[in-house]
């Protein structure tokens, strides 16, 4: 069974930065394409970063330069990293696993079969 597990949200302030984590039980990283997908309140879920199964990388045009997104060497973890949070990046974040075309400039849900119970990324302005 596949668990998805997010840490590393909290309250700051803008400006300030936070990682979040994720760590998988019975899903092996590298086989997957791996998200961070966001929603905040009255809003749909929108995808945020992903990593894909050849390396490459895919933001969205609203965090670009401020998030990253990587995973550790031993595959098991994921991260995100975001400097200069703004009160718009409040939301609950998400992690994701699932099958894509490496690249696709376009983050869908449906492309993710696995998600994490989500952690939440509050910032005040």
């Given at each position: 069974q596949v668990q998805l597990v997010e840490s590393g949200g909290g309250s700051v302030?803008?400006?300030?930065?936070?990682?979040?984590?994720?760590?998988?039980?019975?899903?092996?990283?590298?086989?997957?394409?791996?998200?961070?997908?966001?929603?905040?309140?009255?809003?749909?879920?929108?995808?945020?970063?992903?990593?894909?199964?050849?390396?490459?990388?895919?933001?969205?045009d609203s965090v670009k330069g401020r998030f990253t997104i990587s995973q550790d060497n031993a595959k098991i973890t994921l991260s995100l990293i975001m400097n200069s949070l703004k009160p718009e990046d409040t939301a609950m974040y998400y992690c994701a696993a699932g099958s894509r075309v490496p690249g696709n400039p376009i983050m869908m849900e449906v492309d993710f079969a696995y998600w994490g119970q989500g952690t939440q990324v509050t910032v005040s302005s």
């Open positions: 302030q803008a400006g300030g930065s936070l990682r979040l984590s994720c760590v998988g039980a019975g899903v092996t990283f590298s086989k997957y394409s791996m998200a961070w997908f966001r929603q905040a309140p009255g809003k749909e879920r929108e995808g945020v970063a992903v990593i894909d199964t050849d390396g490459s990388t895919t933001y969205a």
